[in-house]
């Protein structure tokens, strides 16, 4: 979900694409510069960013919590019968 979001500013806002992993290898900040002097497009980046980047740590969050209970649940399942839970 995160990957398309980014993606898809990406297109929107330079109207070029790229893929997720090569939105990933970018550090430097290629948008401010292009905002620098409308102070309301500025403002729109950088709360847009600062709620990706949010949603983001969320969702990685919520991707391992739900990692780690399917690999319980493959455990109780692929164990032998006098390990399982009754």
């Given at each position: 979900?995160?990957?398309l979001?980014a993606?898809?500013?990406m297109?929107?806002?330079c109207?070029s694409?790229?893929?997720?992993?090569?939105?990933?290898v970018?550090?430097?900040?290629?948008?401010?510069?292009?905002?620098?002097?409308d102070?309301?497009?500025?403002?729109?980046g950088?709360?847009?960013?600062k709620?990706?980047d949010f949603?983001?740590?969320k969702?990685r969050?919520?991707e391992?919590?739900?990692?780690?209970?399917?690999?319980?649940?493959?455990?109780?399942y692929?164990a032998?019968?006098?390990?399982?839970?009754?």
């Amino acid at each position: 979900m995160v990957k398309l979001q980014a993606s898809l500013i990406m297109s929107l806002h330079c109207g070029s694409k790229m893929n997720a992993n090569q939105i990933k290898v970018i550090k430097e900040n290629r948008i401010a510069p292009i905002l620098v002097g409308d102070d309301d497009l500025e403002i729109s980046g950088y709360v847009s960013k600062k709620g990706i980047d949010f949603s983001t740590q969320k969702i990685r969050k919520l991707e391992t919590v739900i990692k780690n209970k399917i690999k319980l649940r493959k455990f109780f399942y692929t164990a032998p019968n006098h390990l399982r839970c009754r």
